[in-house]
Structures are given as structure tokens and as C-alpha cells.
């Protein structure tokens, strides 16, 4: 990404022309004959530029109001936030007809992303909406039809007359003062009239349904499931989740009795997650508390016993996109037992004890919402 601003707008630009123009002329028909407009969802932090400021861009593309009459032609969700890299994350979702897309865009600044976010909706309703460009701030020198372009400036001229070409002599003109804040580029965003300043971060529920499998917790190799329900605050997640691992035999050496050794556990994980296009990665913490229980076999008189499991866990998590709302989630975890109660039969001798660490690793499915 560029370091000037124009340049990487620019970009972005370009790759929003790219990535919308088949979906333009496709659609381009049925945004002529509806007069249908936009409902944005524009979900950023306060220092951004606000919702109405991207409708102003949208319309000034248009050339006309953004305003929906009745069902609107286009749903567009928007979603700016701060990445670990200080610079700046768009996901943008727009719904046409029977059409829906998800992109992502990076950029430098959040103005750079609302202007290309307006572009982007623009060309999905009118695919010339590119060739109206949005006003700059860099004064017009060409001369306007009625100017004095042709006088001497050295043939005696007043010193005033040299500004007179700023001036335009129509009497319907607005002044600069009368300008409607519309037409103001968003690229000025940041210029806006001073604020408190918003520390309002994206929020999310998340829902993951996984597969387990654990290396030494339990007597062998030990698949089971699992479940977790958990929060996003910007890059952030917390969750609760629950994992339960079946009965697996364990036998006493050298004999043919043993025990039936089962896990349940619940517990609390946060991760922060770095993201880079698609995929999410980052450091986990976390504990689980349960229960690790025995029924024996084998013996002439059968018992069952149980033992508090509590055990913190480091580990990681990646995500990879499939939309929006559906991501796949890969967990690995380390779950150091704090105590491990060895499971005995009377007189005959050990049946099980967990190791004192194990490799736990987990896929799934993770619904996110809204």
C-alpha cells in the first residue's frame, strides 16, 4: 500500500472497478428500471467517517438520492476495524436480487476504505456511477466560459482583476460557504469537527460445533466432541465450551480386569486473533474443569469412583472463512492436569493415570451472527 493517500485510494479503486464490474453490467438493466435504493449497515469506530458520509459519497456517484422507496434494490453490510498492523480492515457484504458477496479490502486509512466501500455499492446499481468522479479539493485553473481570459494582465490591469477568474458570475452559483458537507470528499473524513473520541469495537456471538482428539488424558488415543459458545469484541474472542470423551478400557497389568476411564469437561478460553485476508490465527489461554471417572471390570466384586480434573490449557486457534457467517475453526491445546488421582482395583493394582500433559487438537464448524 502506498504511503500517499490518493495513491492507495487509488488502488483500491481499482481493485473495487475489478471486482464489481461483472456484477454491474449484469445488474445494470434492473437498476435502471428500479427506483429502489440502498440500505447500508455501516459499522465503524468513531474516528471513521459515519454512515452519512457514505451515503453522500454513494449518492454524489449516482447522481441521485440513495433513499430507498419501499424494498430497496441493494442490502449492503459494512464492517471497518483497527488490525494488529495499525492500518485498516474492510469486510463488506452486499445483497442484489438473489446475489450476495463478501469482500475484504486493506487499506492505510478508514477514509481510503469508505471512499472505496461508496464506490464499490455505486457501481453494484449503476455500473457508470465510475465516471462520476467526486469533487477534489484542488482549486479548477481552467477558464470558465464568461472569464476575462483573454485580457493582458501586464496592460494596466488592476491588482484585484488577477483574482477575478475565481469568481464565478453566474448569480445562481452557491458560494464555497453555501457548499452542502455532501460534497465534501470522504477523504476528509478526518478533518472532521472535533469529537469525543469512540472506542466502539466490532461485536459478535459465535457458535462452533468440533471433533476432539486427545493424545494422554485418557488410557489411549481418545476421540470425542465438543462444543463452545463465545463472544467477539474486535479481535478478541471469549467463549465457554464443553468436551466429553467416551469410556475407553484400561487394564491392569498382566491381568484381564481393568476400568472403564471417561472424561466430561467445561471451561473458559480468550484468544486473540490476528487476521490476514481470510484466515484468523492466534494465541489461547484457558482452563476446563471436570470430571474423570472409572467403573471396574473384571473383578469379583464391581466398584466405580471418580476425581476432580482441573487442568489450564495454552494453545492456538485458526479460522478459515467460508462466508461471512461461517468460518471452519482449528484448536490446538496443551491441558496440564493439576492433579492426576490414579485409579486403583483393590489388591490387584493400578488401572489408570492421566499423563502430566497432553496434546488436544479440535476442528468444526463455527456459526458467527449477526
Known amino acids: 500500500m502506498s504511503s500517499s493517500s490518493s495513491l492507495s485510494f487509488t488502488a483500491l479503486a481499482a481493485l473495487a472497478l475489478a471486482a464489481t464490474a461483472a456484477e454491474a453490467r449484469a445488474s445494470a438493466a434492473e437498476g435502471a428500471a428500479n427506483a429502489g435504493g440502498v440500505e447500508l449497515d455501516w459499522i465503524a469506530p468513531g474516528d471513521c467517517a459515519d454512515r452519512g458520509r457514505v451515503l453522500a459519497e454513494i449518492e454524489q456517484r449516482l447522481g441521485r438520492s440513495s433513499e430507498a422507496n419501499g424494498e430497496p434494490l441493494l442490502k449492503a453490510r459494512a464492517v471497518v476495524s483497527r488490525n494488529g498492523r495499525g492500518s485498516w480492515d474492510l469486510r463488506l457484504t452486499t445483497t442484489l436480487g438473489e446475489t450476495t458477496r463478501s469482500r475484504e479490502l486493506h487499506g492505510e486509512t478508514c477514509a481510503e476504505l469508505a471512499d472505496a466501500a461508496a464506490l464499490i455499492i455505486a457501481l453494484a446499481i449503476d455500473p457508470d456511477a465510475a465516471s462520476r468522479g467526486t469533487p477534489t479539493a484542488e482549486p ?106 467416551g469410556a475407553q478400557q484400561a487394564f491392569v497389568e498382566r491381568t484381564t480386569m481393568g476400568g472403564d476411564v471417561q472424561l466430561t469437561t467445561g471451561g473458559v478460553r480468550v484468544c486473540y486473533a490476528m487476521r490476514y485476508r481470510s484466515i484468523e490465527l492466534g494465541p489461547c489461554a484457558g482452563v476446563e474443569v471436570g470430571v474423570m471417572s472409572a467403573a471396574s471390570f473384571g473383578a469379583a466384586s464391581p466398584g466405580s469412583n471418580r476425581a476432580l480434573w482441573v487442568a489450564p490449557h495454552p494453545g492456538a486457534l485458526a479460522t478459515f472463512a467460508l462466508s461471512d457467517r461461517l468460518r471452519v475453526p482449528l484448536t490446538l491445546d496443551v491441558p496440564f492436569p493439576v492433579t492426576r488421582d490414579r485409579f486403583v482395583l483393590v489388591g490387584i493394582g493400578a488401572v489408570h493415570r492421566s499423563a502430566a500433559a497432553a496434546l488436544r487438537a479440535s476442528l468444526g464448524v463455527e456459526v458467527r451472527f449477526p
Do not use: C, W
Open 140 to 245: 479548477d485553473t481552467g477558464a470558465a466560459p464568461g472569464d476575462i481570459s483573454g485580457a493582458d494582465p501586464g496592460a494596466g490591469a488592476d491588482p484585484g482583476a488577477g483574482v477575478a477568474p475565481e469568481v464565478d458570475a453566474s448569480p445562481d452559483a452557491p458560494t464555497a460557504a453555501e457548499a452542502p458537507p455532501a460534497a465534501t470528499p470522504l477523504s476528509g473524513a478526518t478533518a472532521a469537527p472535533a469529537r469525543r473520541p469512540s472506542r466502539s469495537l466490532e461485536l459478535r456471538g459465535t457458535l462452533r460445533a468440533s471433533g476432539v482428539l486427545d493424545t494422554a488424558s485418557l488410557p489411549a488415543l481418545a476421540p470425542g466432541a465438543g462444543i463452545a459458545a463465545g463472544v467477539l469484541i474486535g479481535a478478541v474472542r471469549v467463549e465457554l465450551s464443553g468436551t466429553y470423551f
